[in-house]
């Protein structure tokens, strides 16, 4: 094993959580390593034009390790898991799955950050909250606040570059459009650096449904630019989207989309004491008397590594984070795999004969959805359903699009064939007409939804492959049926003539938001690390990432993962956390 030289701060994987607290970190003059198991790959080398091939990336998916990021999947804590075969999405490259993510990016709600005791006051009386307790949620709140996060959300939207309308600024509601603009978003200080992109037809028809439903439509916050004027705080100005639609899934190949690689790499690559390592794999974090010393790692030939340091983070995403830890013998006090939250799925396709959606046309951030079903925003409504349909949260919907022609070839409801001339007349008439909307439904934390080692599988350094243990509660079952049936009302408004999918949830192993393992909090007991993803045993080693978040909200989380590593940072270069001791800080 080759020994190498000493760095101040290592960092285990460089997607979006890495990609502030290295950058941070390495301008004031730290030594950081990040350590990235994939390969740098670019808009110059690999996303270019002649690379917009749904083949190469979407179905072949270069970009995702299936080999050595495997999962294995089980519902229940007494089945024996098996290899999980279903979707797994997320990309191992320089920048993670942020290089080929939609560009969705929202700051929290500010009930967000105290689940718990927002449900407690609003149901607590009442007995509203039976069915949690009776399948054992494990609902906290957040160590931190809204208020105390505020600066570093805006820090985010400046250093990366996301467009909006603002819904809510300073306390004013739709300040700046009377019709644009989340006017439930938690308030913002400053409004975003530039407008969102152009609305398609599929935006404006779904806008239409929504404005029938008495709803209050909104451009969903996108860090996809508009034109190439604006220019980061980083110094980084990215061309404007062309609106090519080769974009989730893909990286994009003119740098439009905002990215740890396309917005942060750039600033950090200037600087001294940055280096970033592709093509390598760690395998362990070696600790000693309550400390991290150093990591192992794998080079691209298989060579193992070692690279010590003083501060280690953990930036490798929810699964590999916690079987990173778990397989280091690093168990947190049992606490590490605890409280794994995902979205389970649901999905509502809709056509409308008689209008052209041109869904093909633009990234599918290009986005038109609303918040009135989201958080507590439907409460009235919700109290006036029987008690065996109420359920506490709810989900944004919105209206993607980016079909993919390659992609699209399964859009068609039930009582079409799949095959043959009635398949091929269903589509050539109808996929101009298609619209599937996105339901974000939230989900609750249990107790028995974990993450921890399979027995049974590894990779080939006998690694054992994270194992997901997850199941669909009452909670999530009723929130899909009445998102499901609002989704339903609003695409029937816009004109739909015919409306499918799946009403029921169904658990799965990876929604790309998932999120828990290695929760924050402020009680050892119940928690991995403290309020900066400091671990309560190990306290030179830090956790970024949605790990550490004990709720998964109804929107998108990679604008509070960078938040959070913001956050990290801040708390390192200014000393509110001890190295010796994650019970000392400020
Ligand atoms: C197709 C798609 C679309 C998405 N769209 C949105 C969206 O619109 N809005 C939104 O908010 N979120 C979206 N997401 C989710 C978003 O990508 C994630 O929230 C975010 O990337 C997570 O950041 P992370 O740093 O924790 O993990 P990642 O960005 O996945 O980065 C982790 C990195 O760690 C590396 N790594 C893992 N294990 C090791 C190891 N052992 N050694 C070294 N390196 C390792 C990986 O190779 C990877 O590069 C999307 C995700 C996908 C897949
Ligand atoms: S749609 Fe825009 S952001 Fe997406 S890949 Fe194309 S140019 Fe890039």
Known sequence: MALLPRKDVVIVGYGAAAGPVSLELARAG?????????????????????????LRWRTRREMIDGRRMALTFRNAQSE??????????????????????????????????????ALEERYGRSGRLAHLRADHAALEDWPITYDEVEPFYEKVEYALGIGGWPGNLGGRIRPVHPHEGNPYEAPRKRDFPYRP?????????????????????????????????????????????????FCTGFGCWNDSKTSTLSALLPAAQQLPHFELRPHCYV??????????????????????????????????YSFQNVRLLLHSGIDGNGQIGKYFINRATTNLHAIFGHRLLNGWNGPSVQRQGVDDYNGENAMEQKLQL?????FVRGAFIGSPSQRVPLESYDLHPPDVPSWGAAYKRFMSENLNRYMGLQLLTEAMPYEDCTLDLDPNYSDEYGMPYCRVTR????????????IWDRAKELVEAAGATKVWGERSATAIASSTHDLGGARM???????????????????NLFVTGGALMPSLGGHNPTQTIWMLSYWLADALLQRKVRLDDSMAYT
């Open 30 to 54: 730290q030594s950081v390593v990040a350590l990235e198991a994939g390969a740098h790959r670019t808009a110059a080398t690999d996303f270019h034009r002649g690379s917009l091939d749904t």
């Open 80 to 117: 024996v898991a098996a290899p999980w075969n279903g979707i797994y999405a997320m990309a191992s490259t320089v920048g993670g799955s942020s290089v080929h993510w939609s560009g969705q990016s929202w700051r929290f709600y500010a009930d967000d950050f105290r689940v718990k005791s």
């Open 197 to 245: 992109l152009r609305d398609n037809a599929t935006d404006l028809v779904f806008r239409e449904g929504a404005l029938a439903r008495g709803l209050q439509p909104f451009h969903v916050p996108t860090g996809v630019s508009m034109d190439g004027a604006w220019a980061s705080t980083e110094g980084v100005r990215r061309p404007g989207c062309t609106y090519c639609s």
């Open 283 to 316: 395998t362990r974090i070696n600790h000693r008397d309550g400390r991290a010393v150093s990591v192992s790692y794998r080079n691209e030939n298989g060579v193992e590594h070692e690279q010590p340091g003083d501060v280690f983070i953990l930036g490798a």
């Open 386 to 390: 029987p008690p065996e349909q109420f």
């Open 471 to 482: 199941s669909v509660k009452q909670n999530e079952r009723r929130m899909a049926h009445f």
């Open 521 to 539: 909090g402020t009680d050892p007991t119940k928690s991995a690390t403290n309020r900066y993803g400091q671990l309560w045993s190990t306290p």
